[in-house]
């Protein structure tokens, strides 16, 4: 395997583990959300499950565009 081969296979595994953190915040605030009896637990759940959908939809796309080969 090459070098180059080896670095996007990091990146890869990069990706992969980002979206997998957001999936496991928004689990996370979704047990939260399920288990509390007042209002701030709940409130405090419903931020970090949608704080944990916007990783899950920028933070992969805006490294990928960082690693993007630039054009020649």
Excluded: H, N
């Excluded at 990091?10 to 605030?29: C, H, I, P, Q, S």
């Excluded at 939260?32 to 939809?57: D, E, F, H, Q």
């Excluded at 933070?59 to 630039?70: C, F, G, I, M, Y």
């Amino acid at each position: 395997m090459t070098e180059a081969d080896r670095l996007a296979q990091r990146r890869w595994f990069v990706l992969v583990g980002v979206r997998l953190a957001g999936v496991a915040g928004a689990v996370l605030g979704l047990v939260l959300i399920a288990r509390a009896y007042s209002w701030g637990p709940k409130i405090l759940g419903t931020a970090i499950v949608l704080s944990a959908m916007a990783m899950i939809a920028i933070v992969p796309r805006s490294l990928a565009q960082r690693w993007r080969t630039p054009t020649e």
